[in-house]
C-alpha cells in the first residue's frame, strides 16, 4: 500500500485517515470539513474527531489514553498514534501502522518538500492510540 503524504502542515490525522480508508488526501480532509472548520483553515484534529471520521464511515474505532499496560496494542494494523509534543513535533504528530511499519505523512519533517514513507519505529513517545474495535 501507498504512504499518504500530508498536504497541510497539521494534516497527519488527515493522511492516516486517508491511508486507512484508502483515500486520497483531499477525499479523507472533505471528510473533516463541516460548518465549523473551513478549508482554509489548519487542519488540526483531536482524536475524539478522528474516530467520529471513521464511525461516520462505518468502522467501529475509541482511543485511549496510552498506559504501560496498552503499549502492546499499538502494534495491531490501522492502529494510528499520536506523538507527545516534543523539540522535534511541537504540535504533536500522528501516524498509522501497517504490516509491521508506521505510516508517517511527513517522513522527512521539518524540510516543506513534505514526503510521506514508512519507519519500522515510531520516531517519539506516543500517549494516544486510535485503535479499532474489532
Same mark, same amino acid.
Given at each position: 500500500?501507498k504512504?499518504?503524504? *500530508? +498536504? #497541510?502542515s $497539521?494534516g497527519?490525522?488527515?493522511?492516516?485517515?486517508? @491511508? !486507512?480508508l484508502k483515500l486520497t /488526501?483531499?477525499?479523507?480532509?472533505n471528510?473533516f470539513l463541516?460548518?465549523k &472548520?473551513r478549508?482554509?483553515e489548519?487542519?488540526?484534529?483531536?482524536?475524539?474527531?478522528?474516530?467520529?471520521?471513521? +464511525? =461516520?464511515v462505518? $468502522? %467501529? /474505532?475509541?482511543?485511549?489514553?496510552?498506559?504501560k &499496560?496498552?503499549?502492546?496494542?499499538i502494534y495491531r494494523?490501522?492502529? !494510528?498514534?499520536y $506523538?507527545?509534543?516534543s523539540?522535534?513535533y511541537? @504540535?504533536?504528530?500522528?501516524?498509522?501502522?501497517?504490516? =509491521?511499519?508506521?505510516? #508517517?505523512?511527513?517522513? =522527512? @519533517?521539518?524540510? +516543506?518538500? !513534505?514526503n510521506?514513507? @514508512? &519507519?519500522k &519505529?515510531?520516531?517519539?513517545k506516543?500517549i /494516544?492510540a !486510535?485503535m479499532? *474495535? %474489532?
Open positions: 500500500m504512504s499518504i503524504a *500530508q +498536504e #497541510d $497539521l497527519c490525522g488527515i493522511a492516516c485517515v486517508a @491511508f !486507512i /488526501y483531499k477525499e479523507a480532509k471528510l463541516d460548518g &472548520r478549508a482554509k489548519e487542519p488540526n484534529f483531536y482524536c475524539g474527531e478522528i474516530v467520529g471520521i471513521l +464511525e =461516520n462505518g $468502522l %467501529s /474505532y475509541e482511543y485511549k489514553y496510552l498506559k &499496560r496498552l503499549k502492546h496494542k494494523s490501522n492502529t !494510528i498514534v $506523538l507527545r509534543k523539540k522535534k511541537p @504540535f504533536g504528530h500522528y501516524l498509522v501502522r501497517y504490516e =509491521n511499519k508506521w505510516m #508517517d505523512p511527513w517522513i =522527512n @519533517f521539518p524540510k +516543506e518538500n !513534505i510521506a514513507g @514508512f &519507519r &519505529r515510531l520516531p517519539g506516543p /494516544y !486510535i479499532s *474495535q %474489532s
